[in-house]
């Protein structure tokens, strides 16, 4: 066991790690640099933009490390869409050595890739953005959204107030869905939404599993669940390499919430097949979930749309 008295031991672990990763990341990889420069007679910015990869991520993935490590002092900051044309076009002139190699296509391969790059960060802004906006009842938009999933998922039945235990049938806690918003805010609200309008077919087959007395689960409260997941992986970077597969330029709100459906989609059959002998295993099901789909997205050749959810049973 390790005590007090095996703190200097573990401080020098620390240092020998930060030495090698030093070593590594500015001797190790510059020397390989040099090496592949001397070997094709291309920088590793050109070796990338003019590279045939099968999946779009690869370049994107390998500029934005480019960018991290210091190697691209041109987008040491933020950029704006408006710059997007003129700063790829300086990148690449910066960063190629033989100007007359340089071909319209490798700067407008640049400008893509940039693009990518901004709209993910932008993404994140934007996510954080609705998540800090609280439901107010108050709000007339906020409370028509509210009545509008109401409406999508129970055609058939009218509320009898704004307060009532009807909200349980899809799902909320008790009889003012709005207190259940708290955590993930109008965002919640807007996936949940979203699902129910644009994926009526998929959003009503998961409430009817949710109300089959085997499978129960509280829909609503799971899909705000569900938002958090979306939200905090977005965060990490994790659908990065999806992102930059499937959308050509930035991805937008919409990208974000198809991913949301998707994943909700994917858990009820994940919830299925693992058949729960109660509501008391959804947190554990839900993080054994949760790792699988990661480990699914890490991948250059992630697209989450098509992800089968066989992929997760194993």
């Given amino acids: 066991?390790?005590?007090?008295?095996?703190?200097?031991?573990?401080?020098?672990?620390?240092?020998?790690?930060?030495?090698?990763?030093?070593?590594?990341?500015?001797?190790?990889?510059?020397?390989?640099?040099?090496?592949?420069?001397?070997?094709?007679?291309?920088?590793?910015?050109?070796?990338?933009?003019?590279?045939?990869?099968?999946?779009?991520?690869?370049?994107?993935?390998?500029?934005?490390?480019?960018?991290?490590?210091?190697?691209?002092?041109?987008?040491?900051?933020?950029?704006?869409?408006?710059?997007?044309?003129?700063?790829?076009?300086?990148?690449?002139?910066?960063?190629?050595?033989?100007?007359?190699k340089i071909s319209a296509s490798i700067s407008e391969r640049m400008e893509k890739v940039m693009s990518q790059i901004r709209g993910y960060r932008e993404l994140c802004a934007l996510v954080e953005a609705r998540r800090l906006e609280k439901y107010d009842a108050e709000n007339v938009n906020h409370e028509k959204k509210l009545l509008k999933l109401w409406d999508i998922l129970m055609p058939e039945e009218k509320l009898t107030g704004r307060m009532t235990k009807q909200w349980q049938k899809i799902g909320f806690q008790g009889d003012d869905p709005s207190t259940d918003f708290r955590?993930?805010?109008?965002?919640?609200?807007?996936?949940?939404?979203?699902?129910?309008?644009?994926?009526?077919?998929?959003?009503?087959?998961?409430?009817?599993?949710?109300?089959?007395?085997?499978?129960?689960?509280?829909?609503?409260?799971?899909?705000?669940?569900?938002?958090?997941?979306?939200?905090?992986?977005?965060?990490?970077?994790?659908?990065?390499?999806?992102?930059?597969?499937?959308?050509?330029?930035a991805p937008t709100l919409d990208n974000f919430h198809r991913v949301y459906c998707q994943i909700f989609k994917l858990f009820c059959k994940f919830w299925k097949y693992r058949e729960p002998s109660s509501i008391m295993e959804f947190n554990f099901i839900k993080n054994d979930f949760e790792m699988k789909l990661i480990d699914s997205l890490v991948v250059?050749?992630?697209?989450?749309?098509k992800l089968n959810a066989d992929q997760l049973f194993s």
Avoid at 300 to 305: L, P, S, Y
């Fill in 183 to 249: 955590g993930m805010g109008v965002l919640s609200l807007d996936q949940l939404v979203f699902f129910a309008q644009y994926d009526v077919a998929n959003a009503r087959a998961a409430l009817l599993l949710s109300n089959d007395p085997k499978y129960e689960f509280p829909l609503a409260t799971a899909g705000i669940t569900f938002t958090s997941v979306a939200r905090n992986l977005l965060h990490k970077g994790v659908f990065k390499a999806h992102f930059y597969n499937t959308v050509a330029g």
């Fill in 300 to 305: 250059e050749e992630a697209n989450i749309h």
């Fill in 1 to 100: 066991m390790c005590g007090k008295r095996d703190m200097p031991c573990h401080n020098s672990s620390s240092w020998l790690f930060l030495i090698f990763r030093f070593i590594h990341r500015h001797i190790i990889r510059v020397a390989f640099r040099w090496i592949m420069f001397l070997l094709t007679g291309k920088t590793e910015l050109e070796r990338v933009l003019t590279s045939e990869e099968e999946y779009p991520a690869q370049v994107t993935l390998r500029v934005e490390r480019m960018i991290e490590d210091g190697l691209l002092l041109e987008l040491s900051e933020d950029w704006t869409e408006d710059d997007e044309p003129e700063l790829a076009d300086r990148v690449v002139r910066d960063n190629i050595y033989y100007c007359e």
